[in-house]
Nanobody, 124 residues
Framework: VQLQASGGGLVQAGGSLRLSCVAS????????MGWFRQAPGKEREVVST????????YYLDTVKGRFTISRDNAKNTVYLQMDNLKPEDTAVYYC??????????????????WGQGTLVTVSS
């Protein structure tokens, strides 16, 4: 599986962006997909993930109610709709996929494929 992320950019606080991640290969090749982010000088944090087999989703506490993860299985694409963005959301966002079943989808260690990042900058 290879991942191609897009959709980052510069937005004012309170604005919205939608990130997209296209996975190459068959959708059956992954068990979960999602996003993590890393801001300068900060640790990586998993933002949101979704399981392929059902509708299970995970959100970082600080983005709950503002971000929504969705997917289009026919297009092998996962989206992250980010609303009411805040300056603290500024980071490089990376698409991730789990191609070896781990039974968990909350931790970065559960994901074995990473895509390139897309920069999200939220101005105050």
């Amino acid at each position: 599986v290879q991942l191609q992320a897009s959709g980052g950019g510069l937005v004012q606080a309170g604005g919205s962006l939608r990130l997209s991640c296209v996975a190459s290969g068959r959708s059956s090749s992954w068990y979960a997909m999602g996003w993590f982010r890393q801001a300068p000088g900060k640790e990586r944090e998993v933002v949101s993930t979704t399981m392929y087999s059902d509708l299970s989703t995970y959100y970082l506490d600080t983005v709950k109610g503002r971000f929504t993860i969705s997917r289009d299985n026919a297009k092998n694409t996962v989206y992250l709709q980010m609303d009411n963005l805040k300056p603290e959301d500024t980071a490089v966002y990376y698409c991730i996929a789990q191609t070896s079943f781990s039974g968990s989808y909350h931790s970065l260690k559960d994901f074995d494929v990473w895509g390139q990042g897309t920069l999200v900058t939220v101005s105050s």
